[in-house]
């Protein structure tokens, strides 16, 4: 008999496919916060 077929093609994991964008996801989230604060900061003033 020969032996079964071993699939290696594993189903992608949703919380490393989520954390390899890291680090391009949190400044542009951070640069976006400060715009809009300092938007904010400028229409009360």
């Known amino acids: 008999m020969s032996a079964p077929a071993h699939d290696d093609h594993l189903p992608e994991d949703p919380v490393e496919a989520v954390t390899k964008h890291i680090p391009v996801v949190i400044p542009v989230a951070g640069a976006i916060m400060i715009f809009l604060l300092a ?3 400028v229409n009360l003033a």
């Open 39 to 41: 938007f904010i900061a």
